[in-house]
């Protein structure tokens, strides 16, 4: 991918996002441009609809989502062609009616995985394409604050801290690889494809930017828009921060992974 495109992804992310989460939206955008999803699309977790209606020129044909306020928010942005309210666990869709399901940094918030993986499994058709990313096993290890104070002697605290930070991040799981590849068999699932992504410098950027992004949540609120000036020379620290991790994202290191499945039901 040259380097235009690669400008152009990430600054439709940052320019409308709080810098450290329209980051990593970028680099899941870049994947996602050069993965094929065959129609009808399922998108699982639509949320707000910022993502698809920023990293998709077609509609993906429905998004589902079980809160009101996003998807209402989705409704808005004109993100899908049409929204569905309802649980990923019981999705209200045939058997067998989608090519494929998407599902982009959402899995890891759901405490009860398999019966929505075994969902998923069921709308798709034979052969269907499943395609989804989420945060691996080493994103609370790596974490710039528990490596700090596991150095200082203080592993309890920085136990502690990993913890917290999922929290606040409302992580329920963050598993690795091999996790996932036996949730997805036990589904009915072959994992065709899969690679980490998002370094460890790359995280401390996202980690660091959680506690700097409080004016994007202070403009959110009262003017309803996470970037009041979406201006180049208004993010051009952000800019550089995170520019160079567009190029190259995967990583051995990776603390999030990206999965292809195929449906084998």
Not at 44 to 72: M, N, V, Y
Not at 83 to 109: D, K, N, Q, W, Y
Not at 116 to 128: D, F, K, M, N
Request: hydrophobic content about 40%; charged content about 20%.
């Amino acid at each position: 991918m040259d380097s235009v495109k690669l400008d152009e992804i990430l600054w439709r992310h940052i320019s409308s996002l709080p810098f450290f989460r329209g980051f990593l939206r970028a680099v899941e955008d870049r994947f996602y441009q050069e993965i094929a999803l065959p129609r009808p699309v399922l998108d699982l977790g639509s949320g707000d609809g910022h993502f698809a209606s920023a990293a998709f020129a077609e509609k993906p044909d429905i998004g589902l989502d079980p809160w009101l306020a996003p998807t209402l928010e989705a409704s808005q942005r004109n993100a899908y062609r049409l929204l569905v309210l309802a649980e990923g666990a019981h999705i209200p869709c045939p058997r067998g009616c989608f090519g494929s399901v998407m599902s982009t940094s959402v899995l890891e918030h759901i405490s009860e995985i398999q019966p929505v993986l075994h969902e998923i499994a069921r709308i798709l058709q034979p052969g269907g394409r499943f395609v989804f990313c989420v945060p691996n096993h080493r994103f609370p290890q790596l974490l710039w604050g528990r490596k700090v104070l596991t150095r200082l002697g203080l592993k309890a605290m920085g136990e502690q801290y990993a913890c917290l930070f999922n929290r606040i991040a409302r992580h329920t799981h963050t598993d690795s690889p091999e996790v996932w590849e036996q949730r997805l068999k036990q589904a009915g699932f072959e994992l065709t494809d899969c690679w980490d992504y998002f370094p460890p410098e790359a995280l401390y950027i996202l980690e660091w930017g959680h506690p700097l992004g409080l004016p994007s949540l202070i403009s959110k609120k009262i003017f309803g828009r996470w970037v009041l000036v979406p201006k180049r020379w208004n993010l051009a620290i952000p800019w550089k921060l995170t520019r160079k991790f567009m190029n190259d994202p995967r990583s051995d290191q990776g603390v999030c992974t990206f999965f292809i499945a195929r449906s084998l039901t």
